[in-house]
């Protein structure tokens, strides 16, 4: 049986973790701290726990120097779960905004009229408004941003979301690319002439397809200072958090399941900005959305139960967001005063040295995005042409070699590497030496 130094794990995730913070782990599941109890056992209301919970915090605002007009959501239900929490609690935004612009207009009209009448009104205006103008904007570039658009179809209607950019569109059917920013099809803000939409979402990074945004796109950027007028950007960034420094005052929400660089299975890190949240944006109440015909959020998803309760509104596996917490404190150990930078120079490398490899043999390896918009985190490659015969004989000579969890996505099949923070350098080095002895065994 193989020891767990002698394993490489490529794996697209749950992920390996840093043996360090799996070791700590066991003991903590045990006993944490001398308490006689494991962290899976104690009550999430303890000061034990709220204390995990604050560290956790502490250390990812450090590590990606969180300003301070963010608050830091742990929940559950993973990025599938944000894929509906992020559009009822976005059209929640919208619509509250809509009201308040609306009752000021009502109001100014005629200063004599009652509370009850100028509610009528604006409810009237307000339905006309959800027919008309109530968009959802997705940058489809793979697998898991068509999964949140089909979400958000399901959840609203067909109609109210508008599918900017299909990838595949522009590659022959498959995911691949992202094409120019000019050829998106953005619902137009206020400001440019338009009405705006509730959000404008994309998948940072694609584990399936092998695609990453570079950078943030420039279309997206914020053109003046009224929030109101601007983009609502949501970024599903599961895959690649922590794994490199993201300027976190353009987002209105970031999201990411835990168990690729942060963690294991079972929470969720919302990162989302207050001026969305009570006090600074109200609830619209359940009868409002009924009588515009909207969904209600459930509650295990609404931002602002979450926020005001410090994440503690139903039972949070506390163990998990202490395995969180570990994970980005030893990142800041390691890394010190460069913070993520320190982390996105180590992925950088070791993408590098992979696709560098890949792209010696292009008559053996075939990488299978755009060079463009090729991702740090999942390497996606073909072999000999997608060759099953060769693939299979390929993962085979990579098992023996104990380098594992090398197999593509079932959904589109080959051969994926995924570079997680936890993979090590010298694992990277023994897939590379790998590579160049089955290139040469294909000669």
Request: aromatic residues 8%.
């Amino acid at each position: 049986m193989p020891s767990r130094s002698e394993i490489e794990y490529f794996g697209a995730g749950p992920a390996p973790l840093p043996t360090s913070v799996i070791e700590a782990g066991a003991q903590a599941f045990v006993n944490f701290e001398d308490m006689g109890l494991g962290l899976a056992e104690i009550s999430h209301r303890s000061p034990t726990a709220n204390k995990v919970l604050a560290e956790a915090k502490e250390n990812l605002t450090a590590l990606l120097e969180i300003p301070e007009d963010y608050d830091i959501l742990f929940m559950q239900g993973g990025g599938s779960g944000e894929f509906s929490a992020v559009v009822y609690n976005m059209v929640n935004v919208w619509v509250e905004r809509r009201r308040r612009k609306l009752q000021a207009e009502v109001k100014k009209e005629d200063l004599e009229q009652d509370e009850k009448e100028v509610d009528v009104k604006v409810i009237e205006m307000l339905k006309k408004e959800v027919e008309e103008d109530l968009k959802l904007d997705y940058l489809v570039t793979g697998s898991w941003s068509l999964k949140a658009s089909q979400e958000a179809a399901s959840i609203l209607s067909p109609e109210q979301v508008n599918v900017a950019l299909d990838a595949r569109q522009s590659n022959g059917g498959k995911f691949g690319n992202i094409p120019a920013e000019d050829t998106w099809k953005l619902t137009p803000t206020r400001k440019a002439g338009g009405k705006g939409s509730a959000l404008i979402y994309y998948c940072d990074n694609e584990t399936v397809d092998g695609v990453e945004f570079p950078s943030f796109p420039e279309s997206l950027e914020a053109k003046g200072d009224n929030e109101e007028d601007e983009p609502l950007v949501v970024a599903d960034m599961s895959s690649n958090f922590i794994s490199r420094r993201v300027d976190v005052k353009k987002f209105a929400v970031i999201f990411g399941g835990a168990q690729k660089n942060v963690g294991i299975t079972g929470v969720t890190l919302i990162i989302v900005r207050k001026s969305l949240l009570p006090p600074h944006t109200a609830h619209p109440s359940p009868a409002l959305l009924r009588a515009l015909g909207l969904p209600r959020c459930p509650v295990t998803y609404d931002y602002a139960t979450i926020a005001k309760n410090n994440s503690l509104y139903n039972t949070l596996p506390i163990f998990d967001v202490w395995i969180a917490g570990q994970v980005m404190k030893s990142l800041m150990a390691n890394f010190r005063e460069k913070r993520i930078l320190g982390q996105e120079e180590v992925a950088n490398s070791k993408a590098h040295f992979l696709y560098e490899t890949l792209d010696k043999h292009p008559e053996v390896y075939q990488v299978v995005p755009d060079r463009t918009v090729r991702s740090r985190m999942n390497i996606c490659f073909r072999v000999c042409g997608g060759n099953a015969e060769k693939e299979k004989s390929f993962l085979s000579g990579a098992e023996e070699l104990k380098l594992q969890g090398l197999k593509g996505h079932r959904s589109v099949g080959g051969i994926r590497a995924s570079n997680y923070n936890a993979v090590s350098l010298e694992a990277v080095q023994k897939l590379v030496q790998y590579l160049e002895k089955f290139a040469r065994s294909q000669a």
